[in-house]
């Protein structure tokens, strides 16, 4: 009786030991076949929050179009300059248009001398630097080494630098055209606090044209109008000059030149080519919500050809400076 009776109790454990394991194995299919559910769920919601994004562009396009038909120059009263939220089918897009002509191109450092053997375009970084508080030194050499930086060439210019100037960093200079601007973060001379104050100001285009849209400058872009005017434009002069911009933005670059501020002056011809009216370089910035919550941004860079033609050039997921 008591050799049946533990014979039980041992089947009766190992029943229990069987149906453990049971719960245990369920509970473990279970909980994966949540996780596998909730992965299908965002990586359907990151498709959808995908193909918003690329509809919201393809909407941002058609207005830089139908604005381009319209008109020859750009303002910020136009319907390109207005930020737009729109619902759609299980959640909303959001957008905005940014004139990407509005900074100082770093990629422009990559034209050559003038016939004097000096380039416009390096005093202009220089005196931008200035004008953001940068020392006189430190800007002469971060002007320089930025040149260095994106020029084709490996002769370092005057304060410059050139690979050996980078060998305790571990690398070297890329020597060809920055894609975005936190590469300037890299470059010899450029601090943390430096890189912070002026790269709001900075862009990274593709092309070696420098041309700022003062159409569509804002209140925290004064500093590239001080810039184009360096010592004959105060801040509190270049905001004057801002705020009698007309609505619809200037009809040519005489009527700013015109303003008492700069009557007196007899610019550059190489300052006057620099000051555009309208632009060939746009940031589209769109953010998708779907409404379980998830969000998604796309930067893409659209460039304009011919009169109101607009492709796709560079597209990020994510903000894009």
């Known amino acids: 009786m008591i050799s049946l009776a533990r014979q039980q109790g041992v089947a009766l454990l190992m029943v229990l030991l069987i149906i453990t394991m049971m719960v245990i194995l369920a509970s473990r299919m279970s909980l994966q076949m ?3 559910i909730q992965q299908v769920s965002e990586v359907k919601a990151q498709s959808d929050n995908w193909q918003r994004l690329l509809s919201g562009e393809q909407l941002a396009l058609a207005v830089l179009q139908d604005v381009m038909k319209q008109h020859q120059t750009l303002n910020l009263s136009q ?3 207005r930020s737009i939220t729109l619902p759609i089918s299980g959640g909303q897009i959001h957008g905005r248009i940014v004139d990407s002509s509005r900074c100082f191109n770093l990629n422009s450092l990559r034209q050559p ?3 004097n053997h000096q380039s416009m375009v390096q005093t202009l970084l220089y005196r931008l630097l200035l004008v953001e508080q940068v020392s006189a030194s430190e800007a002469r050499a971060i002007a320089a080494a930025t040149r260095d ?3 084709a060439d490996k002769t370092p210019l005057s304060y410059g630098g050139e690979d050996s100037s980078y060998q305790k960093a571990g690398f070297r200079p890329a020597n060809q055209m920055m894609v975005s601007v936190s590469q300037w973060r890299e470059v ?5 606090a430096i890189y912070r104050r002026v790269s709001p100001l900075l862009c990274a285009l593709p092309s070696e044209r420098l041309r700022i849209d003062i159409n569509t400058l804002e209140k925290s872009q004064v500093a590239l109008l001080q810039m184009l005017f360096y010592g004959n434009l105060n801040q509190a ?3 004057r000059v801002l705020a009698r911009r007309p609505s619809k933005g200037y009809s040519s670059v005489s009527t700013i030149m015109s303003y008492p501020e700069l009557a007196h002056l007899k610019t550059d011809t190489g300052i006057i080519k620099v000051m555009a009216l309208t632009s060939r370089y746009f940031m589209v910035k769109m953010t998708a919500r779907s409404q379980d919550g998830s969000e998604s941004q796309l930067s893409s860079l659209v460039v304009r050809q011919g009169t ?3 492709q796709v050039t560079r597209r990020i997921l994510g903000d894009w400076h």
């Not at 010899?188 to 943390?192: E, L, N």
Request: hydrophobic share 50%; aromatic share 14%; proline share 0%.
């Open 34 to 36: 949540g996780l596998d």
């Open 79 to 81: 319907e390109w300059a």
């Open 113 to 115: 001398d003038d016939a």
């Open 149 to 151: 930086w994106v020029d």
């Open 188 to 192: 010899k001379g450029v601090s943390a």
């Open 237 to 239: 002069q270049a905001l």
């Open 308 to 310: 109101d033609k607009f």
